[in-house]
């Protein structure tokens, strides 16, 4: 049985690409011995069993989630946001966006205010450019705060306060 393992195998089994493998093979390489770690006769990698847990990932990928209250400037029923949301979530060209939003009405009392509603999504998307730009030209007109979500369950919990439904759309389906 073999004892040695290939670039490809720890980029599989640590879901990294073979660059970063590569790279700290390299690094490893300045501080192993040459039975841990060498390069074989067609110059590829051999890394020892032992040295697996050296290219295990420091650093964890960040959530691409992120939190949007929008503020419609005009009045809107809820299945009119409800067609708005689809059209956004259709016009970003990422397959993997996802978009959780509550609509509630406005709590302010004044005239302006009266009948507006007010929503708080839960995006997963890594075009946050590309999905603001497709929130601009589906409301038109519209105020937007942006955040990212460090605590998600406390956010699922703001954002359904007033017993509103959570809706859900993804562009994968």
């Not at 929130?135 to 955040?147: A, K, M, T």
Request: aromatic share 10%; with cysteine; charged share 30%.
């Amino acid at each position: 049985m073999n004892e040695y393992l290939k670039v490809w195998q720890i980029s599989r089994h640590y879901k990294q690409t073979p660059r970063n493998v590569r790279k700290i093979a390299m690094e490893l390489s300045k501080e192993k011995s040459e039975e841990l770690i060498h390069k074989d006769i067609n110059g590829e990698w051999q890394v020892h069993k032992l040295l697996l847990s050296q290219f295990k990932p420091q650093r964890l990928k960040k959530e691409k989630a992120y939190a949007l209250t929008i503020d419609p400037i005009i009045p809107l029923t809820e299945k009119e946001i409800d067609d708005i949301m689809k059209f956004v979530v259709s016009k970003v060209d990422n397959p993997n966006v996802e978009i959780h939003y509550t609509i509630e009405d406005s709590k302010l009392e004044e005239n302006i205010f009266k009948g507006k509603k007010h929503i708080h999504c839960i995006i997963n998307c890594s075009q946050r450019k590309k999905m603001l730009e497709a929130f601009r030209l589906g409301f038109s007109n519209v105020s937007y705060r942006e955040c990212d979500i460090f605590d998600l369950a406390g956010w699922k919990n703001y954002i359904t306060k007033d017993g509103s439904q959570i809706k859900t759309i993804k562009n994968y389906d």
